[in-house]
């Protein structure tokens, strides 16, 4: 598949503030609202980041962690990780998969990605409570992507953000969920470098660099800002979502994954 990516000068990210919400709203119109009132306008060719978490909360995604009552298998898994056995129960309920345990996280797949606890925060929330992933965030970011069309006759991008943390790094950095109205990734492989070798393996994520530009302004902490506007891209516009297949990789053919599950020389 060709995916175009034209050579541009500058991309710009504009950051969107928005009020604390709590309990579900209606996504596009607070997002609408909060553009309009900050004076800016959504265009076409634009992509729109919005935060998973901002996401989750619109579809009530918050939990009671009192409220949850664990399994026994949640109780084994809270003693192993040493994590309250509610937030157990949660990652037991949202992990499509779970590798291993380590003191205050569990490791787990989640959406095709892995992620500590299965994507289930604790922050930026009531105390007492856990946010987990949208339920659908492919449905999530086309169903943003639509309402725009629509309502505002524009064709946009929308990429679904999360922090994340990357082997032997420290800090978090953005990473793309889901994404509707462009190619997530452009593929390399065929190209020649500078130096005319022909690059074998190589794809870009455009979905995450995109993402990782936007966590630098949405922040981790009190910042308010779950939306950017990314203009300037010069990402092609497509008419559907991307699929979650063609985002992530089987955990068998990720390189971390395959080489850390094998023996030690």
Request: hydrophobic share 45%; net charge negative.
């Amino acid at each position: 598949m060709h995916h175009s990516l034209e050579i541009v000068k500058q991309v710009t990210y504009i950051p969107i503030k928005v009020p604390v919400k709590r309990g579900r709203f209606d996504l596009y119109q607070t997002i609408k609202e909060a553009v309009e009132e900050q004076g800016e306008e959504i265009l076409d060719g634009d992509i729109l980041a919005v935060s998973s978490k901002f996401i989750a909360m619109s579809e009530g995604r918050v939990i009671d962690l009192h409220s949850v009552k664990p399994c026994a298998e949640a109780v084994r898994l809270s003693a192993a990780a040493r994590i309250p056995s509610s937030l157990a129960e949660l990652i037991l309920r949202e992990a499509d998969r779970i590798y291993s345990t380590s003191p205050g996280f569990v490791l787990a797949i989640k959406h095709g990605m892995v992620v500590p606890n299965a994507g289930i925060d604790r922050s930026n929330v009531e105390p007492g409570a856990a946010i987990l992933y949208p339920r659908d965030p492919v449905a999530s970011a086309e169903r943003l992507r639509l309402q725009i069309l629509v309502d505002l006759g524009k064709r946009v991008g929308v990429v679904v953000t999360d922090s994340r943390l990357m082997p032997t790094r420290i800090g978090t950095t953005g990473v793309a969920v889901a994404v509707a109205g462009f190619e997530a990734v452009s593929d390399e492989r065929g190209k020649m470098d500078l130096f005319g070798n022909v690059m074998r393996v190589t794809r870009r994520a455009l979905a995450d660099d995109i993402s990782a530009g936007a966590n630098l302004l949405m922040g981790e902490t009190s910042e308010s800002i779950p939306v950017v506007i990314v203009r300037g891209s010069g990402l092609t516009i497509i008419d559907r979502a991307v699929e979650r297949e063609d985002l992530v990789t089987e955990s068998e053919e990720c390189v971390f994954i395959r080489c850390l599950s094998q023996h030690k020389l």
